[in-house]
């Protein structure tokens, strides 16, 4: 059965925005610490981002009327996702959301554009059209800073 489009739309949108309530007052410095299951909030930024950026891409592909690029193994997700964090993480806190910035408007307009058949979630590997990553990160950071009391 195919995602409602609008509901899709705005399950990202409010995914982001817990995400950005999770990180809002931090300064640089703290989104640069290392401290977050050995990953920085700016890493975990960069991730979301990257997953994001497949994603929507996925969903291009797939309206194109093209199979998953993305169907893998949990050996492959876990090489692309250190692949990713090798790649990303020198990024400044400012680019790591100027990166998620970007890929949520992309990932936001492919939604928009594609025909409904692309709006089929069995159609979809591992970068899956339906995701709550960006939610289970935010409650990460959450718990990061009541832990740390930030």
Do not use: C
Not at 78 to 86: L, Q
Not at 97 to 125: H, K
Request: hydrophobic fraction near 45%; charged fraction near 30%; proline fraction near 1%.
């Amino acid at each position: 059965m195919a995602e409602d489009r609008t509901a899709l739309a705005e399950h990202y949108r409010k995914a982001r925005a817990e995400l950005e309530a999770a990180i809002d007052g931090l300064s640089d410095e703290r989104m640069l610490e290392t401290s977050l299951d050995g990953w920085s909030v700016t890493d975990h930024l960069a991730h979301i981002a990257a997953w994001d950026e497949v994603r929507a891409a996925e969903i291009r592909r797939i309206g194109a009327g093209h199979a998953s690029a993305w169907r893998m193994t949990g050996a492959q997700d876990e090489a692309y996702n250190t692949m990713a964090y090798e790649l990303r993480r020198g990024f400044s806190p400012a680019q790591a959301r100027w990166e998620l910035a970007q890929t949520e408007e992309a990932l936001l307009d492919a939604i928009a554009a594609v025909p409904d058949r692309a709006l089929e979630a069995s159609l979809y590997g591992e970068a899956g059209l339906v995701s709550d990553h960006a939610s289970e990160h935010a409650g990460w950071i959450r718990r990061w800073r009541s832990e740390r009391g930030y």
